[in-house]
């Protein structure tokens, strides 16, 4: 079993930026892909950003891409999320979830792929 507890969510204004934060415990960490997804009002879960389970590669959804940053540090068992230039569609709770594989593959963009997840917290950007 793996826990993941998300910090980090809030009100910004747009074109602020946000830093989220998961910590996970129970398990190897470097045993997992990480991913971050989120998820609107009245809209399906849908797929930010996943690292490779060294951090060197990434996955980006095409919504976030150059303006998000996905990280992780394998010592403190933590994946990050940076978020700059915020806009109101951004507005969402976001999701950290863990899946025990050796590489990143299409299969990490999928939510129902995903093993662990965290509870969610909740960014709103204001315009």
């Known amino acids: 079993q793996v826990q993941l507890v998300e910090s980090g969510g809030g009100l910004v204004q747009a074109g602020g930026s946000l830093r989220f934060s998961c910590a996970a415990s129970?398990?190897?960490?470097?045993?997992?892909?990480m991913h971050w997804f989120r998820q609107a009002p009245g809209k399906e879960r849908e797929f930010v950003a996943a690292?490779?389970?060294?951090?060197?590669?990434?996955y980006y959804a095409d919504s976030v891409k150059g303006r998000f940053t996905i990280s992780r540090d394998n010592a403190k068992n933590t994946v990050y999320l940076q978020m700059n230039s915020l806009k109101p569609e951004d507005t969402a709770v976001y999701y950290c979830?863990?899946?025990?594989?050796?590489?990143?593959?299409?299969?990490?963009?999928?939510?129902?792929?995903?093993?662990?997840w965290g509870k969610g917290t909740l960014v709103t950007v204001s315009s």
């Open positions: 979830a863990a899946r025990e594989a050796v590489a990143l593959t299409w299969r990490d963009k999928q939510a129902n792929e995903m093993d662990y």
């Open positions: 129970g398990r190897p960490f470097n045993s997992y892909t």
């Open positions: 690292i490779s389970r060294n951090g060197g590669i990434t």
